[in-house]
């Protein structure tokens, strides 16, 4: 019998145990990211595009998806990635794009922030 007991005891330290980085996970279901770069419904003259956001309290990682022309009507999965850091360098070609990024910890996800832009190396900068 009292090794019945132990075991049942052990059983439950384990699940307490493994269960506890729930409870100590911050919620960030509800939290908005920043988009910062670039910014929605601008022209980018270079194919070089930066992708920089203001880093998420909570988060430990970052979803990064870009598509072309839109997530309604995407033709080119351009990127879906998860990156440690709030900033990505992409090569990319002339068109318009939407981007989004959500952010993760290891049990919640926040919605997807969304952004616009278009590459167009033939613009001409204004000076």
Same mark, same amino acid.
């Given at each position: 019998?009292?090794?019945y ?11 307490v ?29 270079? &194919? ?8 998420m309290?909570?988060a ?13 009507f ?8 998860? &990156? ?17 990024v ?16 278009? &590459?167009?190396?033939?613009? &001409?900068?204004l000076?």
């Amino acid at each position: 019998m009292k090794n019945y007991f132990n075991i049942i005891l052990l059983c439950l330290i384990l699940i307490v145990f493994f269960s506890c980085d729930i409870f100590l996970e911050e919620d960030i279901i509800d939290d908005e990211i920043v988009l910062n770069s670039p910014g929605d419904q601008v022209t980018i003259k270079e &194919v070089d595009v930066i992708f920089w956001w203001e880093e998420m309290e909570g988060a430990e990682k970052y979803n990064l998806q870009v598509v072309k022309p839109g997530f309604e009507f995407a033709e080119n999965l351009v990127a879906d990635t998860f &990156v440690s850091k709030n900033k990505l360098e992409l090569k990319l070609s002339q068109g318009s794009y939407q981007w989004r990024v959500s952010g993760h910890n290891g049990y919640y996800d926040s919605d997807f922030s969304v952004g616009s832009f278009t &590459v167009d190396t033939t613009a &001409v900068a204004l000076k």
